[in-house]
């Protein structure tokens, strides 16, 4: 789906990043003990793709869903070596449970979404729904 021009266009995806940097801002409502996943979020063709890097964990860890145009992820990430007496020089990768909601734009199909997990990255695509321009109604 293409917008009518270009300036409605810049409008959606404006309105689209403000809905969700203010997701992120209000992340602060879960627990301080669970991490957040970085996304790529993007429109190819006529669909919308959502790019996610969650190395080391196994996709029935992972929990996805769609809830009044909000795409829920959610997982957790185990530590292989998790132990309290390992004397870490560093600790920068999160174990433990994980979430990210992202805000969807209102024309998505979300009976038809699918995801995938390869390589460590969870890939989500959502089909756009097609806008119509113009229709001619018959009087019967």
Excluded at 11 to 30: E, H, M, R, V, Y
Aim: aromatic share 6%; glycine share 4%.
């Amino acid at each position: 789906m293409k917008p009518a021009n270009e300036k409605e266009e810049r409008l959606t995806i404006s309105q689209f990043k403000k809905d969700n940097l203010k997701n992120a801002s209000q992340s602060s409502k879960w627990s301080k003990n669970e991490g957040e996943v970085a996304v790529d979020v993007f429109q190819k063709d006529s669909e919308l793709v959502i790019l996610a890097p969650i190395a080391g964990v196994n996709s029935s860890n992972i929990d996805i869903s769609i809830e009044n145009k909000m795409l829920i992820i959610k997982g957790s990430r185990q530590n292989p070596e998790e132990s309290e007496k390992n004397n870490y020089f560093y600790q920068e990768c999160f174990w433990g449970k994980f979430h990210r909601e992202i805000s969807l734009p209102e024309n998505v199909n979300i009976s038809q979404s699918k995801a995938t997990l390869k390589k460590g990255i969870l890939k989500i695509t959502i089909p756009l729904l097609k806008k119509e321009k113009k229709k001619k109604i018959e009087i019967e």
